[in-house]
Each structure stands twice: as C-alpha cells, then as structure tokens.
C-alpha cells in the first residue's frame, strides 16, 4: 500500500534550535496534514495544507505543500522542551473521503 | 465539550481471548476511522465506517477483526482469538463529514497487551 517516507528518523537537539523535517510520497496527495503524538496520548493536529504550494504557519511552526504534490515540509523555530515528541505527516489520497495515509514519524527531543 | 473517547485505555488479553474496544466520536461526528499503531511505528488505517455501514475496511485483517459502528452507541473493533501480534495501540478518529478537508480528531487510544 501506500507509504510515507519521512525524514529525520529522530532529532536531538538544543533547546532554542530550529527544526526541520520533511515528507516524501510516491503518491500524489489532496491535502497534507502534519500530526503531534506525546508519549501514551492520541495524534494531535497541528497544521492542514490544502493547495500545492500553499505554506501555513501554526505559532513558531511552519509548514509547505509540495509544488509536487508529493511532498511537505515542517519547520519549527526557537524549539521549546515542550516540543519533544513524534511529529507525524499524513496525507489525503482523494477527496472521496477523509482516510489518511501516515507517515513513519520524526522523533524530536529537545535539551534545555 | 468532549472530544472523542475510547476505553478501555489498557486491556490486557491471553493468546486466544476477545478483545473488544470501543470509541465514541466527537459530538455531531457520524464517521469514525480505526487506525492501528505498532511499537515504533506510525498508524496504519483499518477501517472507516459511517453510522450503520462499512464504507472502507480495506485495511482491516481478513480474518478475525471485526468492526461496527451501530444507531446508538459506540463504534466497537472487535478481535476474536488474539494473538501476540495483536499488541498495539488501537486509535480512533472521528470527522463531521465524509468529504472535507481531511482533518481527523484522534482519541487517546486504546492498548492492547496480548500475554
């Protein structure tokens, strides 16, 4: 079936560091959506792209759709130690409905 | 305001046994989506069901796994004779509407133990 690849596997960093990491699909996808997993809790949404090309912020995060299609990217500024945990892109295949396909996920662990 | 909610958030089973875990979507949600998370890895879709149908069980084992999201009350993944493979995190997600922006509201997730 359809994969996501996402890419850094994990990420140590300094409290204060930039981030970035990115998605890859063989597919091409609808809408892009970047998830937050904290340890023993649920997906939570942190940002929908909706348009190729199209770049949102959240707060300090930010994030781009792909010219392709087949990409996104998500940025986060001045890292705070709240902003350890699994960082998951999910993509929409089509718009018949709302089923998302998950990427392999970004740990992030932030140093005070 | 209560967001979507699943229970048991713990179960524990021996090889053989039925695990059934339930979720309860988001108020005015009528679409529920399964997903399963193994250890280390990301969530796999399972199954999405509308009030009384199955629309998409593509992901869903062939055997064994079963699910429904009755009238009234709350959408049910059953697993008949568990086994050791069947321990994961088991998530729930709910939309408003079939088509739209893609936007799924996640539970807390259930975890299933199989001893």
């Known amino acids: 079936g359809q994969q996501l690849n996402q890419s850094p596997q994990s990420m140590f960093i300094q409290e204060g560091e930039d981030v970035s990491m990115n998605c890859t699909s063989s597919?091409?996808?609808?809408?892009w959506l970047w998830y937050k997993q904290d340890p023993g809790e649920g997906p939570v949404l942190l940002i929908a792209?909706?348009?190729?090309?199209e770049l949102t912020s959240n707060g300090r995060l930010t994030a781009q759709f792909g010219i392709t299609r087949k990409d996104s990217f998500l940025n986060i500024s001045a890292s705070i130690p709240s902003d350890v945990g699994i960082y998951f892109c999910a993509g929409q295949l089509s718009g018949a409905t709302n089923k998302l396909i998950f990427g392999t996920g970004t740990l992030l662990a932030v140093q005070p | 305001n209560a967001g979507v909610m699943q229970n048991p958030r713990h179960l524990v089973r021996r090889r053989g046994q039925e695990a059934r875990l339930r979720c309860s979507p988001m108020k005015g949600h009528s679409h529920v989506y399964w997903y399963r998370q193994l250890p280390e890895e990301g969530l796999k879709f399972m199954v999405y069901l509308q009030k009384e149908n199955i629309i998409d069980e593509s992901g869903m084992p062939k055997e064994r796994f079963s699910a429904e999201f009755p009238k009234e009350g709350p959408s049910i993944l059953r697993i008949q004779q568990v086994v050791r493979g069947d321990s994961a995190a088991y998530f729930c997600?709910?939309?408003?509407?079939?088509?739209?922006?893609?936007?799924?509201?996640f539970g807390e997730g259930s975890r299933l133990t199989v001893l």
């Open positions: 597919s091409i996808f609808n809408t």
């Open positions: 997600a709910s939309s408003p509407r079939q088509v739209g922006t893609g936007e799924l509201f």
């Open positions: 792209l909706y348009k190729a090309g």
